[in-house]
C-alpha cells in the first residue's frame, strides 16, 4: 500500500495512477487498486519483497558491495530495458525517474519497474521539467534548466537512456562505479558520481582494463552514457535491447523472446 499525503503529491499521485492505468507489461509493478481518504490518495500494489538498491547494498564476505554478476545483472537490466521499450513504444511515455530503488524484485526473482510519479506522456504541447534524482539525471536535463529555450530541442525519451545506462553502471560495479551512503529514513543506498563524460569514460575503461567489465558491457555503457543525446543509443533500437551484453551474459539471441518466453 502506497500512501502519498494530498497536500505534496497531488499531480505525481495523479500521474501515477494514469501511467499505471494506461500501461501493462509483466516487468512493471501492477497497479490493483486505486483509492482516497481524506488525507491521503491510495494504491494498492503488487508486492515485491524488496528492490535493487537492497540489493545492490548487500556486502559480499569482504564487506564491500561490488555489484552484481554479469547474467543477474542483464536479467534485471533486461527486464527494465523491455519496460521502458514498451513505455516508449506503445504508450508514448517518458518515465524520468530510472534508479535503483525505483526497480523492485519479486518473489519470482523478476525486475519490475515502480514509482511513476514523474511519469509523462510525450506531446509538443508540453516541456519536459527539471526532474529526477542527482546522479541519474541526463547532462542535458541541466543545461536545459538553466536555458530554458533549450528544452525544446529534447528528446525525451534519450533522458531514460541516459538515467537507464547509470543505473546499469551501478548494477554491475557497485562502489567501484557509485558511492554508497547511508541516507535518513532510507538506510544505505547508491549514489552514483556526478562526472564528466571523459571522467567517467576513464572510471569504465579502467574497469574493462582490470576485467570488472567485459568488452560488450563497456561498449554499451560508452554508448548509452554519452553527454551528446544525438550520439546516444536509444533504448527503444532494436540493436540496444539485442546488444552483445545481454545475450551473451543470457544466452540468447533475442532478448524479449528470452525473457517473455513464460509471460
Known amino acids: 500500500m502506497k500512501l502519498q499525503l494530498k497536500q505534496h503529491s497531488q499531480r505525481m499521485a495523479y500521474s501515477e495512477v494514469v501511467a499505471l492505468r494506461r500501461t501493462f507489461h509483466p516487468f ?151 558511492e554508497l551512503r547511508e541516507v535518513r529514513r532510507k538506510g544505505p543506498m547508491m549514489f552514483p558520481a556526478e562526472l564528466e563524460e571523459h571522467d567517467n569514460r576513464d572510471i569504465l575503461d579502467h574497469m574493462l582494463k582490470e576485467g570488472r567489465l567485459s568488452p560488450a558491457a563497456h561498449a554499451l555503457l560508452v554508448d548509452l552514457l554519452r553527454h551528446d543525446p544525438l550520439f546516444r543509443k536509444a533504448l527503444a533500437d532494436d540493436e540496444t535491447a539485442n546488444h552483445a551484453f545481454f545475450c551473451d551474459a543470457l544466452g540468447c539471441t533475442d532478448l524479449a523472446k528470452h525473457l517473455l518466453l513464460n509471460h
Not at 528492490?51 to 564476505?61: K, P, Q, S
Not at 504541447?125 to 529534447?154: I, Q, W
Not at 531514460?160 to 562502489?175: K, M, N, R
Request: charged share 25%; glycine share 6%; with cysteine.
Open 28 to 178: 512493471i509493478v501492477r497497479l490493483e487498486r486505486a483509492f482516497q481518504t481524506p488525507k491521503f490518495f491510495a494504491l494498492l500494489l503488487e508486492l515485491c519483497p524488496t528492490d535493487l538498491n537492497r540489493v545492490l547494498c548487500m556486502e559480499d564476505d569482504d564487506g564491500r558491495c561490488l555489484g552484481l554478476p554479469p547474467e543477474r545483472a542483464a536479467k534485471y537490466m533486461g527486464q527494465v530495458l523491455l519496460a521502458l521499450k514498451h513505455l516508449h513504444l506503445n504508450d508514448g511515455i517518458v518515465y524520468r525517474d530510472m534508479k535503483p530503488e525505483n526497480i523492485l524484485i519479486s518473489h519470482l526473482d523478476e525486475a519490475k519497474l515502480t514509482d511513476f510519479g514523474l511519469a509523462k506522456v510525450v506531446n509538443s504541447a508540453e516541456r519536459m521539467t527539471m526532474c529526477g534524482t542527482r546522479g541519474f539525471v541526463p547532462p542535458e536535463l541541466l543545461k536545459a534548466s538553466a536555458d530554458t529555450n533549450y528544452m525544446d530541442a529534447l528528446d525525451a525519451f534519450k533522458l531514460d537512456a541516459y538515467s537507464f545506462g547509470i543505473t546499469l553502471q551501478v548494477t554491475l560495479l557497485g562502489v567501484d562505479g557509485a
